[in-house]
């Protein structure tokens, strides 16, 4: 699985302002070979302040070291047109209205950034199988360690892009609903180890439950899943509707 872009560029200035745009179609951020995330250190540079002030800012969004590294690093790209002294202006817009968990594109590159990190890490690719309820089924491959709510809104390739089609989450994964209800085959369900309990209490709310159930947002692929079957239920009970 060979990255060689960002899935998104969620920003590009217009005027004076960053203008977020975190359409999983948008425009492609072409990652130069020659670019390395710094792994420890804030990064280094003119304006120096605005970049460790924009460093800290993402870091207090809960963001890794190396994850905050390259966010910068990635803004720092000539594409990104970002100019010296905008860094934390640039990263704080992106960050939205992160008090009440509405992302304004932050998390898209973030999660770009992760998958980039993970490819460099030599993290494996894990591949598997997706039955939707009606139609063929598809393969889909993504990074260990990823979800599938990840997969479907960060992910790679046109398995991701399908996935999406049919991997809701209302609640942004924190649990609060089972619209990314899916079920696995029975060896794939007992390889990825029993749910905790709140995961389970949401499942028994879901669309057709069955013993093979999972939360799709909970669902973390490993190497021992190579090859599942995750199928989608014909239906989902949103409580969000209500």
Same mark, same amino acid.
């Given at each position: ?22 359409? $999983?179609?948008?425009?492609? +951020? ?7 995330? @710094?792994? %420890? ?17 993402? +870091? ?36 939205? $209205? ?38 063929? #089924? ?21 398995? @991701? ?25 029975? %060896? %794939?369900?007992?390889? #990825? ?26 669902? $973390?692929?490993?190497?021992? +899943? ?17």
């Amino acid at each position: 699985m060979q990255l060689t872009f960002f899935r998104t560029l969620p920003w590009r200035l217009v005027g004076s302002r960053a203008f977020v745009s975190a359409q $999983r179609s948008g425009r492609l +951020l072409r990652c130069s070979p020659a670019i390395r995330f @710094a792994t %420890s250190g804030p990064p280094r540079g003119p304006y120096q302040e605005d970049q460790e002030e924009a460093r800290a800012f993402v +870091l207090e969004r809960g963001y890794s070291p190396q994850i905050a590294n390259g966010i910068l690093e990635a803004l720092k790209l000539p594409g990104a047109g970002i100019p010296p002294g905008k860094f934390l202006s640039t990263v704080k817009e992106m960050a939205g $209205r992160w008090e009440v968990g509405e992302d304004a594109g932050l998390h898209s590159l973030a999660k770009s950034v992760e998958q980039e990190l993970s490819q460099q890490e030599g993290k494996r690719v894990v591949r598997f199988q997706v039955q939707p309820p009606d139609g063929e #089924a598809f393969g889909v491959e993504a990074f260990e360690g990823m979800s599938l709510k990840d997969i479907a809104e960060y992910g790679q390739g046109e398995g @991701a892009d399908l996935l999406k089609e049919y991997i809701e989450c209302a609640c942004s994964g924190v649990m609060a609903c089972s619209t990314c209800h899916v079920y696995l085959d029975q %060896s %794939s369900f007992e390889l #990825a180890g029993k749910a905790e309990e709140a995961e389970e209490d949401m499942i028994e709310l879901a669309f057709e439950p069955s013993d093979t159930s999972r939360l799709g947002c909970q669902l $973390r692929l490993s190497p021992k +899943l190579e090859g599942m079957t995750v199928i989608i239920p014909g239906g989902a009970n949103n409580m969000f509707d209500h």
